[in-house]
């Protein structure tokens, strides 16, 4: 479910309807024309979500721990924090810890939105810890393993899990996932995608076609 939806059920004492701070940062018709572009939202639905946005972020920076406590709502709690931890990776260029409204309305459409294979490109991108372009083992017991401990699993469930996924879809026995073996892999058997503990980002979709 968007944030959007949950937001609007929330009610006038919901999180997102605080009184504003004043801003120092306005949306301009630049970033609403780049995000008309880059996302599928029209204008009316980019305003209504920066409405929410300054109105829990006056300053018109969303700090890490925040988009953690807002993805925890919609994910399990150790899906939200590597989730997240690969949202900063990819959009928080300069490490400082923050994102811009831009960024965070692009991570959220890459996530809620599209189709399956859609989808699964951004679990690539966050499997692939050091953007190479492959998954190593290496990388997938240790994104799994931080989703085990997070939600109270063994870690040694992760290695046999990566396991299993790497027989499943590394069909040329290099040691390595590129994207097209995950993403047609996974298309292919949604049993691995289950194993992947990233299940509920795409049931929708996936019931869906």
């Known amino acids: 479910m968007h944030w959007e939806q949950r937001r609007r059920r929330r009610g006038k004492g919901g999180k997102w309807r605080r009184k504003p701070a004043r801003s120092r940062q306005n949306l301009s018709q630049d970033d609403i024309d780049f995000l008309k572009q880059n996302t599928r939202y029209d204008e009316e639905e980019i305003r209504e979500w920066y409405r929410g946005f300054k109105q829990d972020c006056p300053d018109g920076i969303l700090h890490k721990d925040k988009i953690l406590e807002l993805y925890s709502m919609i994910l399990p709690t150790g899906n939200a924090q590597v989730f ?8 928080d ?15 959220t459409d890459m996530t809620a939105s599209g189709s399956p294979e859609e989808k699964l490109r951004w679990a690539f ?18 994104i799994l393993g931080t989703i085990c401990d997070l939600e109270g699993a063994s870690k040694d469930i992760a290695r046999t899990r990566a396991e299993n996924i790497f027989a499943a ?11 097209e073996e995950f993403i047609k892999g996974c298309l292919e058997d949604y049993d691995t995608v289950s194993m992947l503990n990233c299940t509920d980002r795409f049931e929708e979709s996936e019931e869906e076609c």
């Open 169 to 179: 879809l590394d069909v040329n026995n290099d040691g390595f996932l590129n994207q």
């Open 125 to 142: 991108k966050m499997y692939d810890k050091d953007s190479s372009g492959c998954i190593d083992f290496t990388e997938m017991v240790d």
């Open 93 to 107: 260029k300069d490490g400082n810890g923050t994102i811009d409204f831009k960024e965070f309305l692009l991570a």
């Open 84 to 91: 997240v931890d690969q949202i900063f990776r990819i959009f």
